[in-house]
């Protein structure tokens, strides 16, 4: 708090008078702030939050400032609480007072309402952006300041939930997408879930690995939940005494209706078509396992796609255009990823191998865009995240660090989640695949099986 | 008044007798038995020996029957071993290669006694679990864990046990038999096991 009011005071400091504060014409920034060290100019956007205070903004603030991190499209310039900015900018205040509209002494704090703000003092910081959150009533304002442009990008106003209701952090989720999407011009993906199974149970978790919650409404155990297109309702597979059921599950509701299909087999791995009308799975019979395809809009018209006889298909995903399948298949002795139309035709090799030297590989996901099918792979004895070219029909290995498996795609199709052993015990992970880096999503043992949700629209109103 | 000139009765009466005893004629040392009393004990001592001997009877007897429980509770102790003997054989779980479906050599005998044991009990339907390691892919071991499940299955279809009395299941990953994250935890969880359905009373070797 103090470190804040003194911030201001800097600004306040180097307001339109120009008259050196402290120090000379160069800024001394204290350690703690990440700035020229992580941001490399043209690289990624630097942005800074602005510093507030107020009801219930600390933790919009810190919510909306992890979501812009873990988008890892910025470089988040923190001003944090245990550091001073000592800052003087003879040369550039002077240039500063003349792009702002009206110069006034409060460029920190005022700078919602009059939409100064010290810009060089940011330019200085490697800040490209500065967001401010302030309050109006019941209303929050994101304001997104362009520092190069010197002036409002845009002002978000949003009626927040309070903090404590079960939506207020997807709203701040929201909140913070939009903020992206006015610097970027791109969505974001705050407000997503990632489903995933433990102990038999189907939870939930936000992006950020905040607010885990039990969704599973069966005590019977669950397997390989997968969202649909449009984020409303999940399928997953009940599992009991060798047998798998396929179910929908509504999330709001936590209403469950059971897949028909003739329940005497073992059902698995369900995948929505991209329009929401058809569920293809695997069915392991006395045959073996092959993949079918059911009308859920109308639950019937059950469909085989593949007669294995001696070898197993399973594991099917859609490409977004809905035309093709990606599946595994054991065709070539081990399971390896094939690719073929989504009426089961034009079966081929997807994922290239070498026989007799690639390991097995497994759990293939298509991507958002189309453009790369996640899956893992073992290699030497252990499963590494690998994910194929479409068009070059290439594949690269992400991860080499402990067993890693089951990636599933953010809607930005550039993070994976998945589950790795890297710190000692299973848990879940996100990559950046376009910085490379890596943070856990969780802080506990026995998460498997995750499902990134597509980007959450607000929640249709549960009237009751 | 009564009872008091009583009690001094009695009391004389005791006095006298004492007196009688400790001075005079000894106490005679052995009696000569009279012929009433020899009959008396000739009576009882042959009432002994008779009873002596349907005791001895009744032991032998209970001896008897308890040689005969004995042997009975053996035959069929012995009779449920055999069956325990049996269910043994028949539950005999036969373990797998990492990533593999085929019977290994090694199994092939303990599948070839489930085969007489079917043979010889027509009534006898049995299941066939599939399991898998943990090193495998959590969805992918469900369909292994089928063809394991299945493997088993053809071999005894293929030496002549009906396929309607086997069911198979397939467990994937999801049931470890021993916790642990080393090969000697993964090879005895790659394992197919045996159950009963039904028909499993009084099973018979061959």
């Known amino acids: ?464 | 008044m009564k009872s008091v000139s009583l009690l001094l009765a009695l009391g004389l009466s005791a006095a006298v007798i004492t007196a009688a005893s400790c001075g005079g004629n000894p106490a005679p040392q052995n009696p000569t038995p009279n012929a009433d009393s020899a009959a008396a004990a000739e009576r009882a001592r042959q009432d002994s020996i008779n009873a002596a001997q349907a005791d001895a009877e009744r032991q032998a007897a209970a001896e008897r029957e308890r040689v005969e429980n004995q042997r009975r509770a053996d035959s069929l102790a012995a009779l449920a071993r055999s069956s325990e003997e049996v269910r043994a054989t028949l539950a005999a779980m036969i373990h797998f290669d990492l990533d593999k479906s085929n019977i290994r050599s090694d199994d092939m005998g303990a599948l070839d006694r489930k085969v007489a044991i079917l043979q010889a009990n027509p009534e006898l339907r049995i299941r066939i679990g599939g399991h898998c390691d943990e090193r495998g892919s959590d969805e992918y071991n469900l369909a292994l864990g089928n063809r394991r499940a299945q493997s088993a299955k053809q071999y005894l279809v293929s030496h002549g046990i009906d396929a309607s009395r086997i069911e198979t299941q397939s467990w994937g990953e999801e049931r470890p038999l021993v916790d642990g994250h080393d090969e000697n935890a993964w090879s005895q969880n790659r394992r197919d096991e045996f159950e009963v359905i039904s028909g499993g009373d009084n099973l018979r070797r061959s």
């Not at chain 1, 990624?44 to 903004?57: A, Y």
């Not at chain 1, 498996?405 to 809607?411: G, K, L, R, V, Y």
Request: charge should be positive; hydrophobic fraction near 40%; proline fraction near 6%.
């Open chain 1, 1 to 464: 708090m103090r470190s804040v009011i003194c911030f201001a005071a800097l600004l306040l400091a180097v307001g339109p008078s120009g008259r050196p504060a402290i120090g000379q014409d160069t800024s001394t920034i204290d350690r703690g702030v990440r700035i020229g060290i992580i941001y490399r100019a043209g690289v990624r956007p630097g942005l800074v939050m602005l510093p507030r205070t107020g009801m219930g903004l600390d933790s919009v603030r810190a919510i909306v400032a992890r979501d812009l991190d873990y988008s890892d499209r910025f470089e988040v310039i923190t001003l944090p609480g245990g550091d001073s900015i000592r800052l003087a900018t003879p040369s550039a205040a002077p240039r500063g007072t003349g792009t702002r509209r009206s110069g006034t002494g409060t460029a920190a704090t005022g700078g919602a309402q009059s939409g100064g703000l010290n810009y060089p003092l940011y330019q200085a910081l490697g800040a490209d952006f500065a967001l401010d959150i302030t309050v109006a009533g019941d209303t929050t304002v994101a304001t997104l300041h362009d520092i190069a442009s010197a002036g409002v990008r845009r002002a978000v106003r949003v009626k927040l939930p309070r903090p404590g209701d079960p939506d207020f952090r997807q709203a701040v989720h929201r909140l913070a997408d939009q903020a992206l999407q006015a610097a970027l011009g791109t969505p974001g993906i705050a407000a997503t879930r990632i489903l995933f199974v433990k102990e038999g149970k189907v939870y939930q978790i936000d992006q950020d690995g905040v607010d885990q919650r039990l969704v599973s409404s069966t005590d019977r155990q669950a397997m390989s939940p997968a969202w649909g297109a449009d984020g409303r309702h999940f399928a997953y597979m009940e599992f009991q005494a060798g047998k798998g059921w396929l179910y929908l599950q509504e999330m709001v509701t936590g209403k469950r209706i059971a897949v028909s299909t003739t329940g005497s087999a073992l059902d698995f791995t369900p995948a929505f078509s991209p329009d929401g009308q058809t569920l293809a799975f695997s069915r392991a019979t006395e045959e073996g396992t092959d993949l079918y395809t059911i009308n859920i809009k109308n639950n019937c018209c059950l469909r085989r796609l593949t007669v294995g006889r001696f070898s197993d298909n399973l594991s099917p995903t859609f490409s977004p255009d809905g035309q093709r399948i990606a599946f595994v298949s054991t065709r070539p002795g081990l399971p390896q990823i094939y690719v073929m139309a989504a009426d089961g035709t034009d079966q081929q090799l997807f994922a290239p191998f070498d026989y007799g030297v690639t390991g097995s590989s497994n759990a293939p996901e298509w991507s958002p865009d189309g453009q790369s099918v996640a899956f893992h792979r073992d290699v030497a004895g252990t499963l590494q995240v690998f994910v194929l070219d479409v068009r070059t029909r290439t594949v690269r290995q992400l991860t080499s660090v402990g067993r890693n498996e089951d990636p599933t795609w953010a809607p930005d199709s550039r993070h994976l989640a998945f589950v790795s052993d890297r710190s000692g015990y299973r848990q879940l992970w996100i990559i950046d695949l376009d910085t490379g880096r890596i943070r856990p999503l969780l802080q506990q043992s026995g998460a498997r099986l995750p499902a990134w949700s597509p980007r959450l629209s607000e929640a249709p109103s549960t009237t009751p």
